[in-house]
């Protein structure tokens, strides 16, 4: 498994390409765009993250880009959730 290879320290950053992807059609099936939105950015992170931790420093930047993609999300999300209440 790549949990238990030499490149388990890229779990993370998969994970969060994972998540960010799987995001991505809830825009059009909740019609809610800041899935889109939310999805394009954890993509991002985690591929800025895994590449990162592959040429420069063997997995922490990928393990980062977990921790900064949960404050994102936080941020996105309870952005979204005022401007909701606010309409």
């Known amino acids: 498994t790549v949990v238990g290879s030499s490149y388990g320290n890229y779990v993370p950053a998969l994970i969060v390409i994972a998540v960010g992807l799987h995001f991505l059609p809830f825009a059009g099936a909740f019609r809610t765009p800041m899935f889109a ?3 394009s950015l954890m993509f991002v ?17 990928a393990a980062a880009s977990a921790v900064v ?10 952005a979204d959730a005022t401007r909701s209440k606010r309409s």
């Open 45 to 61: 992170i985690g591929t800025v993250g895994l590449g990162l931790g592959w040429w420069w420093d063997d997995g922490a930047a």
């Open 37 to 39: 939105g939310l999805g």
């Open 69 to 78: 993609t949960g404050v994102v999300m936080l941020v996105v999300i309870a």
